[in-house]
């Protein structure tokens, strides 16, 4: 299997592949926001589990009510004991002990690993052995900050999702928050050449404008920014950009996004 890292929107792509009964046996997710993932890959496991033949997640079967209650048998969540433990060997010899009995509810088992990247070399060593020979219906997601911590022989094996996007770093927000900052100056001096500049070679990426966006109005709110707006023209301009905001989870072209912001920017 080539190692082609999946990047936006895994859960719909996962979603899919649960629905068709195509759901992967190993799936590594790379996400900074770990408690998001679990929350993401619990779902999709209800959505699996349940009996219902109509609506699923039914949210009333014996499935679904054992997993909303947290108490679902067959999903185990395996993570370090506490902040800035290993996952050893041990704790992935019973896994696979434990992966190989049959599920008493008779449909699939899931092991999730929660910050997988802690996984001492042996414990990864003793996943691969767990990879190569795969019980039958067992799932494993390991999810991680960053799937170049994880061997080279794990990840061939896996399908490998990401939920992070380039400007997802601390160095991506800090470039993002120094553009909202010449932007913001640029806004209060009149300046429309140079919004229209900036503004236009920002990357197309819809989250990367939205936090953009929101990081120009904390400027116009919070910071002084110089230059010479009245009172009124700064509120006119914070209020447009709060609208804009609000419709950025609207199916808007990218490029009319910009010429949203842009036209918010300038008196
Ligand atoms: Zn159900």
């Known amino acids: 299997m080539s190692e082609t890292v999946k990047r ?19 799936v590594i997710i790379e996400d900074t926001n770990c408690e998001k993932a679990i929350e993401n890959i619990l779902f999709l496991a209800k959505l699996m589990l349940c009996d219902s033949k109509t609506k699923k997640p039914c949210e009333k079967c014996g ?8 108490s679902h048998t067959d999903v185990k969540i ?10 050893k060997i ?10 190989h009995i049959v599920s008493l509810e008779g449909g699939q088992k899931f092991y999730i690993i929660e910050s997988a990247e802690v996984m001492t070399a042996e414990a990864q060593n003793a996943f691969i052995k767990i990879l190569e020979e795969p019980p039958r219906n067992v799932i494993f997601i390991l999810i991680c900050s960053s799937v170049s911590k994880l061997l080279p022989t794990i990840r061939s094996r896996c399908q490998i999702y990401s939920g992070k996007t380039d400007f997802d770093t601390a160095q991506g927000n800090e470039e993002i928050n120094k553009l909202a ?3 913001a100056k640029f806004a209060a001096l009149g300046d429309t050449e140079n919004i229209m500049r900036l503004v236009a070679a ?47 989870e ?9 010429c949203r912001i842009m036209a918010a920017l300038i008196r």
């Open 90 to 99: 041990d704790e992935i010899r019973k896994i696979r002990e434990d992966a």
């Open 250 to 258: 609207n199916n808007i072209n990218i490029n009319l996004l910009k």
């Open 8 to 26: 936006e929107g895994y859960t719909d792509k996962l979603m899919m592949s649960a629905e068709r009964g195509t759901f992967p046996h190993a």
């Open 63 to 70: 499935n679904c009510v054992k997993m909303n209650s947290g």
């Open 202 to 248: 920002t990357p197309n990426d819809r989250n990367y404008l939205k936090l953009l966006t929101e990081m120009i109005l904390h400027k116009l709110i919070r910071e002084s920014v110089g230059g010479e707006l009245s009172q009124n023209e700064s509120t006119e301009m914070i209020d447009g950009l709060h609208d804009l905001i609000k419709i950025f």
């Open 78 to 87: 395996l993570k370090p004991e506490k902040a800035f433990s290993s996952i």
């Open 181 to 183: 900052g010449d932007i």
